[in-house]
C-alpha cells in the first residue's frame, strides 16, 4: 500500500520541483563525500592550534565507525517511518555535527563531535539513494548515472583543493562551517518540493538487532584500522575485537530471523542478484579506495609530483569512470539491458589493476595515466549499476534497507581493503628499505608518512633511491592483490541475471504515471 501510495505521490510535481529535489539530492551526496577529503586537509592545522598529535587518527575513525555503524538503521527508519523525515533528520544531525566540530576546543571534543557529524552522515548516501529509488523508476535512473558519478568525481578531485584554499584562507573551522550553507538549502528545498507520503510502522524498532549490528560493525571497522597499525594483527586486542564482531553478527543473523522488524531482512538475499551486487559493491570499494590511497602516494614518492594537487593526479582514473558512467546510464535507460556492464567492468578493473601492479621507478606518468584510466573504466561500469540492480532486485518497501545494505557492503570493502592493501604495502616497503639502505633505511621507513616530493630530495641519493624502489615494490604488491580480489567481482558478475527494469513498461508494481515524471526531469 505504501508502495502504491509513494509512487501516486510523485505524478502532482511538477518537473521543476523535481529538478530542485533532485539538486538538493546533489548538494547532500556532495556533503556526504567532500567532508573527510577536505578535513584530511586541513588535520596538520587542526592538530597545530588543539594538539593532541597521539590521538589524531579518532578524528577520522570516529567519523568513519558512526558513519559505518548507523547506515543500516537510516535505511530501515526511512523505511518503516517515510523517507522525507527521516532524511532531513540525518541532514539535520551531520549539520549540527560539523557546526560542534568547528567550535571544538581540544581534541577530544573534536573527536567526540565527529563521531556526531558521522552519525548524520550515515544517511545521508542512503537517504539520497532510496528516494531517488522512490521517484525515478529503474529503468529511467540510468540516466542520473552520470550526474551522480560526476559529483563523486568532483568530490574526490575538488576535496583536497577545497580544503587547503579553505584552511590557508580562513581557517581549519571553516572546513566544518562551510557545511552549514550548503546543508541549509538542502534542507529547504527538500522541505518545500519534496512530497513523499508519511508512514507511520506498527512494528516497534528492532533495538537488539540494531545493537548486535552496531558493535558487529564496530568491531570490524576498528579491526581494520588497527590492525598492523596502534596493534600487531597477532595481538590480544585485535583477536578480542575479531571474536567480538563475529560473536555479535552471528547473533545478529540468528536474531533477524527472529524480530518482527528487522533491521536487514535477510529474504532480501534470497535475491541472487541483490546478493551479487552485495559481493561487488564490496570488491568495489576494497579496490576503489585502496587505488585512491595509493596512487597519489605512488606518483609523490616515485614520480615526484606535487602533494599540493593530489587530488589531480587521480583525473585519468577519475574522467575514465564519469564516461563510462553516463554511458552506461544511457544504454541501460534506452534499452533496459545492463548484464554487459558487471561483466565487463570487473574485467576491466582486474586488468587495470595487474597493469598498475607492473609500474615500477622508471614508469612515466602517461603510462601510469593508462592504467588508471583502465581501471577508471571498470569502476564507471560498476559504481551505480551495483545499486540500480540491487535497487531493482527488491521490494518497494524494501527500498532503504537494500539502499543502505548497498551502501554499507561498499564502505565495509573500502575498511578492509585499505587494511589489508596497507598491511602488505608498508610490509613490503619495510623489507625492501632494510635490503637497500639498511639502518638507514629503517630510520627512513619511520619518517615515511611525512615523505613527500620536497622531503625525497633533501636525502641522500642513496636513501631516496631505495625509498623510491621500496615504494614501487609496496604497490606492486598492493595492487597485484587488488586484481587477485577484483576476479572474484569478475565470477559474481558472471551469475548475474538480467531481469527486466522496473518502469520499462506497464508493470503491476510500478504504475506508468512515474514514467512521465522521470522523463521530465
Known sequence: MAQTQAVDAVPEKPARSVRVVLLALMITMMLAMLDNMIIGTAMPTIVGELGGLEHLSWVVTSYTLATAASTPLWGKLGDMYGRKGVFMSSIVLFLVGSMLSGMAQDMGQLIGFRAVQGLGAGGLMVGVMAIIGDLIPPRERGKYQGMMAGVMALAMIGG??????????????????????????????????????????????DYLGAALLTVGITAIVLVTTWGGTEYAWTSARIMELIGIGVASLVGFVFWQTKAAEPVLPLHIFRSRNFTLMSVIGFITGFVMFGATLFLPLYQQSVQGASATNSGLLLLPMLGAMLVTSMVAGRVTTNSGRYYVFPVVGSALMVVGLYLLSTMDTGTSRLVSGVFMAVVGLGMGCLMQITMLVAQNSVEMKDMGVASSSTTLFRTLGSSFGVAIMGALFNNRVGDVMAERAGALGSKVTEQSAQLDAASLAK???????????????????????????AVVSLIAAVFVKEVPLKGAGPKEDTPTPTTPVAEAV
Open 160 to 205: 583536497p583543493l577545497v580544503g587547503g584554499t579553505i584552511t590557508d584562507h580562513w581557517g581549519w573551522r571553516w572546513a566544518f562551517y562551510i557545511n552549514l550553507p550548503l546543508g541549509i538549502v538542502a534542507l529547504l528545498a527538500i522541505s518545500a518540493v519534496l512530497h513523499l507520503p508519511k508512514k507511520r510502522a506498527q512494528a516497534r524498532i
Open 459 to 485: 636525502l641522500p641519493e642513496a636513501a631516496r633511491e631505495a625509498y623510491q624502489h621500496a615504494v614501487s615494490a609496496g604497490t606492486h604488491s598492493a595492487f597485484l592483490l587488488g586484481a587477485v580480489v
